[in-house]
C-alpha cells in the first residue's frame, strides 16, 4: 500500500484543496500517514500571503529533503509553487513537482512518471474542480468554494497573482457539491471565495446559495469568508435576518481606518459606508459579531494613520480578529512604494493593536458566561478527557466528557467560564 503525507498550510482554501488532493488519492489506493519519514509521497500545500509563510515552506522542504525516504516524491503544491516556479526547482534541486492552486489536479502525471520534473502554475480557472473525484466522506463541517481569485487587487496583495481573476463557478455545480456534502456528513456549509460575496452567476448571487442551502434537512449552521465591504450587497445583509441558519458572525476585513492608507491599499470605500453596513446588520440581527483582517505597517502609514486604526477597532468592537504587520510581496506595487515603515514600528503598532483586539475578544468571551448556545461538536481533545464544540462565533468551548452516551453533533452548551482563547461549558439537557 503506497502512503501519502500532506501538510497544509494557510487559509480555509488551502485546506480545502488539501482535502480534495487526499481524497483523490484515497480513491485511488493511496493511505494517508502523519510523518512525512515514511511516506512514499510527499506535498507541502503551502501559502505565500507574508513572506514568513513562504520561509516556513522553504525550511519545512529542507528537513524533509534530509529526513525522507530516499526514492520518496516530493513537491509543493499552491500559492508558494505559483509564487516560486521554476525558481523552487533552483532552490531545491530534489523537488519532483511545483503545482499551483489551480493545476494541482495534474498530480498524477507525476505519479505516473516519477523520473520527470513536472511544473504547472498555469491559471487553470474552473477545471480542478471539474477533475478532482467527489469527496467520498465529507467533514461535519464542509468548505464549499463558490468563486476562486480576486479581482480587487490591493497593492499588498499577492492572491490575485496566485490564485488568479475573480471567476464565480456555476450556481448549479455550486449546489450539487452542497447537497452532496449534506447526504455524506455535513451539518455545516461554509461558503469560501477570495472575494466571497462577490460571487454572481448569470442572475444569482450569495444570497441564492444560501437561501437553497439553508432548505436542506440536513444542513443545520451556514456561514461564508472572506468578504469585500463594498460587495455586502442588502439582500445579503437581509440574509442575516431571514435565515436563522445562517450563523450571527461575520468576517469583514476593514484592513486600516485611514483613508489615506485605504486609498494607497486601493481599497476604495469610506468609513461611513463600512460603518452603515456594520449598522444595518446589527439592527437586523442584534446579536451578530463582526471581525475584521488587519495590517499594519503599511507604505507611508503615519502615527496619525494608525490611531485610527485603533480608533475603528474601538468603535466596531470586534471579536476574532487577525492583525499582521505588512510584509512586502513579489508581483505587488505596494511592495515598490516609497516610505517603507521599519520593522520595529511595525512591532510597536502590531503589539498595540493586538493587545486591544485580545483585550476585547477577552471581554466578549466573558460576556458570554452564563448563556446557552448550540455548539457543533469537534470531537475529543488530546487528552480524550474533554469534548471540542464550535459556537456560532467560532469560539472554542471545552466541555467534560460525559461517561456514557452518544453526543449529537449539535447539542445546546451553557457557557460556565471563559478566558481570551477559549471558553468552557456544559452541556444542558
Ligand atoms: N480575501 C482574501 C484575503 C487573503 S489574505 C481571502 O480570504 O482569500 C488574508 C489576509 O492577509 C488579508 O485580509 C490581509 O489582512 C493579510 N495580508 C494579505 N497580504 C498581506 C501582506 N502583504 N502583508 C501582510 N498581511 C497581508
Ligand atoms: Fe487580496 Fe484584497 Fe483580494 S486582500 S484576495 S486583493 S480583496
Redesign the pocket.
Known amino acids: 500500500m503506497k502512503k501519502f503525507f500532506i501538510q497544509t498550510f494557510g487559509?480555509?482554501?488551502n485546506v480545502y484543496d488539501g482535502q480534495r488532493i487526499s481524497n483523490m488519492l484515497k480513491v485511488n489506493g493511496w493511505t494517508q500517514i502523519d510523518n512525512s519519514n515514511d511516506a512514499d509521497l510527499i506535498i507541502l500545500n503551502t501559502c505565500a500571503?507574508?513572506?514568513k509563510a513562504t520561509n516556513k515552506v522553504f525550511s519545512a522542504l529542507g528537513r524533509i529533503r534530509d529526513s525522507k525516504k530516499p526514492d520518496a516524491l516530493f513537491g509543493i503544491v499552491g500559492c508558494v509553487a505559483r509564487e516560486a516556479g521554476a525558481d523552487a526547482f533552483k532552490r531545491i534541486p530534489e523537488l519532483n513537482f511545483v503545482l499551483g492552486p489551480q493545476s494541482y489536479h495534474k498530480l498524477p502525471e507525476i505519479l505516473e512518471n516519477p523520473d520527470s520534473k513536472l511544473l504547472n502554475i498555469d491559471l487553470g480557472g474552473l477545471e480542478k474542480f471539474d477533475e478532482m473525484p467527489q469527496m467520498v466522506e465529507s467533514p461535519l463541517v464542509s468548505y464549499i468554494p463558490i468563486q476562486e481569485g480576486?479581482n480587487?487587487c490591493?497593492t499588498?496583495?499577492?492572491?490575485p497573482y496566485t490564485?488568479g481573476r475573480e471567476i464565480s463557478r456555476p450556481f448549479d455545480d455550486v449546489m450539487r457539491d452542497v447537497h452532496h456534502a449534506a447526504d455524506t456528513g455535513a451539518f455545516e456549509i461554509c461558503f469560501?471565495?477570495?472575494?466571497?460575496n462577490g460571487y454572481h452567476f448569470e442572475n444569482y448571487m450569495l444570497s441564492d446559495l444560501i437561501r437553497e442551502t439553508a432548505a436542506i434537512n440536513a444542513v443545520k449552521r451556514i456561514r461564508f469568508?472572506?468578504?469585500?465591504p463594498t460587495e455586502m450587497t442588502d439582500d445579503l445583509i437581509k440574509m442575516f435576518g431571514n435565515q436563522p441558519k445562517l450563523l450571527p458572525f461575520l468576517?469583514l476585513?476593514i484592513?486600516s481606518g485611514s483613508i489615506n492608507v485605504l486609498t494607497r491599499m486601493n481599497r476604495p470605500y469610506s468609513l461611513n459606508l463600512y460603518i452603515d453596513i456594520i449598522d444595518k446588520l446589527r439592527a437586523i440581527r442584534p446579536d451578530i459579531q463582526i471581525s475584521s483582517?488587519?495590517?499594519v505597517g503599511?507604505p507611508g502609514e503615519t502615527d496619525s494613520d494608525f490611531e485610527q486604526t485603533m480608533n475603528i477597532a474601538r468603535q466596531v468592537k470586534y471579536i476574532n480578529s487577525?492583525?499582521?504587520?505588512?510584509?512586502?510581496?513579489p508581483h505587488?506595487a505596494?511592495?515598490l512604494m516609497k516610505d517603507q515603515i521599519p520593522d520595529n514600528i511595525k512591532r510597536e503598532r502590531l503589539k498595540m493593536l493586538d493587545g486591544y483586539l485580545n483585550d476585547i475578544q477577552r471581554e466578549f468571551n466573558e460576556s458570554c458566561i452564563g448563556k446557552t448556545f448550540e455548539c457543533l461538536c469537534e470531537g475529543p481533545d488530546k487528552t480524550g478527557k474533554h469534548l471540542l464544540f464550535r459556537t456560532p462565533y467560532m469560539q472554542q468551548c471545552i466541555v467534560e466528557k460525559p461517561s456514557f452516551g452518544k453526543i449529537p453533533n449539535l447539542v445546546n452548551i451553557e457557557i460556565t467560564a471563559a478566558n481570551k482563547s477559549s471558553l468552557r461549558g456544559k452541556i444542558k439537557n
Open positions: 487559509c480555509q482554501m500571503v507574508r513572506e480576486c480587487h490591493c499588498y496583495c499577492i492572491v490564485r469560501l471565495g477570495q472575494n466571497v469568508t472572506s468578504s469585500y468576517n476585513p484592513q483582517d488587519f495590517i503599511f487577525y492583525s499582521f504587520k505588512y510584509s512586502p510581496r505587488t505596494a511592495a
